[in-house]
C-alpha cells in the first residue's frame, strides 16, 4: 500500500492541505501501515484493530483523522466502496460525557416516568451501584 502514498500526497494537495498537514498525516499513515504489516491495510478488521490499538494512544483523534482522510482517498480512487471509519465518527468520542450520577439521575427519571414506586427505584440503583462496585473491584 506504500506504493499509494505519491498518490495519496497528491490527493492531498489537491485538497489544499498545508504542508505540515501533509507531513503528520504522512507520518501517521505510516504509523498504521507499520502496524498493519502485511495484512491488507484497508480491510475492516485491520482498521478496527488499529483504532482499539489506539484507545491507549494520546494522540488518537490525530491519528484517526489521518486515517479517515486515507479511506477517503481510498474511496477516491476505487480501492475500496465506502470510507468505512465514517460511521465511526459517532463512536469516537464525539458523544457527550456522562457521570454515573448523571446516569443514575437518569435512569431514576424514567422510573419515575412509569410511576414506578419510590422503594422501587431505590432498590433497582441499589443494584445497579452494588453491580458496579462488584464489577470494577473484580476486575482488579
Known amino acids: 500500500m506504500t506504493n499509494y502514498l505519491p498518490q495519496f500526497i497528491h490527493f492531498l494537495r489537491l485538497k ?18 507499520s502496524f498493519a504489516g502485511q495484512q491488507n491495510v484497508l480491510a475492516n478488521h485491520t482498521l478496527f484493530a488499529y483504532i482499539k490499538h489506539l484507545s491507549t494512544k494520546n494522540n488518537r483523534s490525530r491519528y484517526l483523522a489521518s486515517l479517515n482522510v486515507f479511506c477517503q482517498f481510498a474511496v477516491d480512487q476505487n480501492l475500496i466502496p465506502r470510507n468505512p471509519l465514517k460511521k465511526l465518527k459517532f463512536s469516537l468520542g464525539r458523544t457527550p460525557q456522562i457521570t454515573l450520577k448523571q446516569l443514575l439521575e437518569q435512569y431514576q427519571n424514567h422510573l419515575q416516568k412509569y410511576n414506578v414506586s419510590q422503594n422501587t427505584i431505590r432498590n433497582y440503583l441499589n443494584d445497579i451501584k452494588q453491580f458496579i462496585h462488584w464489577s470494577t473491584s473484580s476486575a482488579t
Open 16 to 33: 489544499n492541505y498545508s504542508p505540515v498537514t501533509i507531513r503528520n498525516y504522512l507520518s501517521d499513515i505510516n504509523k498504521y501501515f
